[in-house]
């Protein structure tokens, strides 16, 4: 799969202009009442303050916003856009590994046009939804081309999965050959995602360690998902032996006898500040080890709500400064790939939870976990200009985020390096803006 460089000057906003409204979020700290942002023929942002502080704004086209909220672009570190149509299809009140035969299951007949669509349909309502930034795994590589030619920004994650020890090298050889053709770009980085424990080696996850570090990508794995998985590693039963039994894929497995943390430790994988997916399932000595690690965790609120897992340790990984971003895992186990919902589920559900934090793990956090908070998940001057307007009913809200968490708040102009991406009411073109 070779791809050719791409460029997006055609797409490229090519004059300045200043977006205003009645509150400006700049960060989860710091919010500005009649706020603007200017942004510049780069994409980036030149000014952000009060309106009333651009000396020269009649130089500049300007969409007033009105009664709405600009803020930080919203960044979805996990979802699997290739499963998109799969929504309602599966069943996921049984046992995990049920829920993974039906997945591969319903997907053994799909066509590739059925992932292109699939792909393009959870792009379209991610940029709906407020989503600049997506971090999208991939099994099939189809996702890069959709991806590709929209303007979000992304850092596709490539699958690895194989079991058996002897053949990691071969697995490393064919994904090196994969990435050889990409070129990356502003928009776009790429990173190497060994599915999870009962389904890559631990020789093939020192190899993908390692060649994140010769490549200087990103590294993720999903971890500690299940009390299942925490079973099959510390004492090899359980469920996972017989799904993997069924495809012939354990002849090989000698269990670790460790739980899924500190298996990973133990092995070194997580010397690369990684970013371990889900970590539903902690002891107190393995939330030390990943404050240790400095690695990112991703909690996925609404899909851990669909599997009826125990409480997420999250709190407790919020008091010892563990970096938690946001993720929506893919439809196949939630209704939306709303980063705006995901936050919205919190606020309900742990209400002790301050709002501005919270807010920080769909924004910041994520930006944190890619490495790339110098230039995205804020709104200041040189950042990029990756925006989400959130418009809500009650606009004498004495806290902002009572706005943006209320139940009828919604995306309606979502911005990535100063492009439009969506734009619900046309508020653009109703101010002569692309003329
Ligand atoms: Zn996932």
Redesign the pocket.
Known sequence: MRIGTLTFSDKSITTMYILKSKYLLKDPDNVIENGALLINDGGKIKFAGQFKDIDDADSYKTIDLGNSAIVPGLINT???LELTNMHKCINGKGIFTDWIRQLIDAKKDWSESEYTLSIRDGIESSLKSGTTTIVD?TRNGIALNELLASNIRKLLFFEIINFDPDTAEDTIKDFKELISGISTDDLLSIGIFPHAPYTVSDKLYRKCRDISEECNIRTAT?IAETEDEVEFLTSGAGHFVALLNDFKMLNRWNHPGLSPINYLNNIGFLNNECIL??CNYLTEDEIGVIEKSKSNVVF?PR?HEFFRHKDHPFPSLKDRGINIAL?T??LASNDTLSILDEMKFIRNSYPEIEPNYIFKMGTIAGAVALQMDDCIGQLHPGYYADIAVIEFQDTDVSNIYDGIFSQDSECVLTIVSGEICYDKFEISRKNNFKE
Do not use: A
């Open positions: 996990h979802t699997h795994i999903h997916i889900h996925c899909s993720g895992d893919s």
